[in-house]
Nanobody
């Protein structure tokens, strides 16, 4: 059974930091591109950051220079370090895994991030 389990969300003040983790099970993690998405109620889910199986990264313009995505294949974990958080970063953050060579993808259940004073 495939599972992606996010953790690390919570409430933080503007300008603060949070670190999200997503632990995968049931997949050959190193063969998957990993992406963090976020979604606000009533809006479309948007891509935040991607790290490919060969460690290339890509970021939404709104989070460049503030967020960093990384992965630890031995731990089957992808991370999202979020610094200088803004109220507009408030959303549910989802982990997504897409196989690098097959049409297979999986989603986590999401973790809430709230940026508020």
């Amino acid at each position: 059974q495939v599972q992606l389990v996010e953790s690390g969300g919570g409430l933080v003040q503007p300008g603060g930091s949070l670190s999200l983790s997503c632990v995968a099970s049931g997949i050959i993690f190193s063969m998957y591109h990993m992406t963090w998405y976020r979604q606000v109620p009533g809006k479309q889910r948007e891509l935040v950051a991607t790290i490919t199986s060969d460690l290339r990264t890509n970021y939404a313009d709104s989070v460049k220079e503030r967020f960093t995505i990384s992965r630890a294949n031995t731990k089957k974990t992808v991370y999202l370090q979020m610094n200088s958080l803004k109220p507009e970063d408030t959303a549910v953050y989802y982990c997504n895994a897409v196989h690098s060579a097959r049409n297979i993808n999986y989603w986590g259940q999401g973790t809430q991030v709230t940026v508020s004073s």
